[in-house]
């Protein structure tokens, strides 16, 4: 097998399988909107994530536990209107899936139908396999998620590393086994020791897609706004900024509101 991603016109999970095979990492980020998706599809990304951090990112909230299964199928609407190659995931949202297969059924079913997204991913293990295992009978594909999983941040009281100790490291290993057994076609990491996802990626065949996990894992995720630098206020040790557009769209806003008071905009040639 040999990926050649220029012959690609649509990245599929056995894309992903074949760009692991190949030892080609994979990139990927969060959209949430036909404009900014149609940006990262053209600029090539692999997989675009219409994560429920929208919650945090597209409507303020302070958790990802708020956002409803409409608003994430508003959002991947828009983002798969707006791409073209990439490979749309869409997370299920908080309270579809947990504890009751086919309420999850339902939910992915209904992600895929009306937002004509490729893919569905859910936080969490063991604890969630049934759902998982019932989603995956209708065909559609399961992306897991493991480490931080943003929706038990309750549980969790605070968003530290996880999986540092030996029993919740051995928990994530046996999870990360049991989702790849079950047939999720890809893991996403967040937040554990390098050393334990690298280990997690190299003992098992399918991609291993991280978030503070690390560079020994198949692929690495951000989430948009906070890779260009709209946030100012969040920063963890994993995030690289790759643009300053706080700076930019407040010095693009500053100059339009001192055009327009000094009655500099609109100038002769900008009006009919
Ligand atoms: O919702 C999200 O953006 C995510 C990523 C952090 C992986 O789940």
Do not use: W
């Amino acid at each position: 097998m040999s990926t050649n991603l220029k012959n690609v016109k649509r990245v599929t999970t056995h894309v992903l399988q074949e760009m692991k095979a190949d030892g080609v990492k994979i990139a990927m980020l969060t959209a949430y909107d036909y404009s900014l998706a149609r940006l990262v599809d053209r600029a090539g990304i692999d997989v675009i994530l219409v994560g429920d951090s929208a919650s945090n990112v597209m409507a303020g909230h302070e958790t990802t536990l708020p956002i409803t299964l409409d608003q994430m199928i508003y959002h991947a609407c828009g983002v798969v209107r707006g791409s073209e190659r990439a490979l749309i995931v869409v997370d299920l949202p908080f309270g579809t899936y947990q504890g009751n297969s086919k309420g999850a059924l339902n939910s992915a079913i209904r992600i895929m139908k009306e937002s004509g997204a490729h893919a569905v991913k859910l936080e969490g293990g063991k604890e969630v396999l049934t759902s998982i295992e019932r989603i995956l009978t209708a065909g559609i594909p399961v992306m897991g998620h493991l480490g931080l999983t943003p929706q038990s941040i309750y549980k969790f009281g605070t968003y530290v590393v996880r999986a540092k100790e030996q029993e919740e490291a051995d928990r994530l290993r046996a999870d990360a086994k049991l989702l790849e057994e079950a047939g999720c076609f890809a893991l996403v990491l967040e937040k554990i020791p390098a050393k334990l996802a690298a280990e997690v990626a190299a003992s098992v065949q399918i991609p291993v897609i991280g978030i503070g996990a690390g560079a020994g894992v198949d692929g690495q995720v951000l989430v948009l706004h906070d890779m260009l630098g709209i946030n100012q206020e969040f920063n963890p040790r994993f995030l690289r900024r790759y643009a300053d557009l706080h700076g930019v769209i407040t010095g693009a806003v500053s100059g339009y509101i001192k055009d327009v008071r000094a009655k500099d905009f609109p100038n002769n040639e900008e009006q009919y």
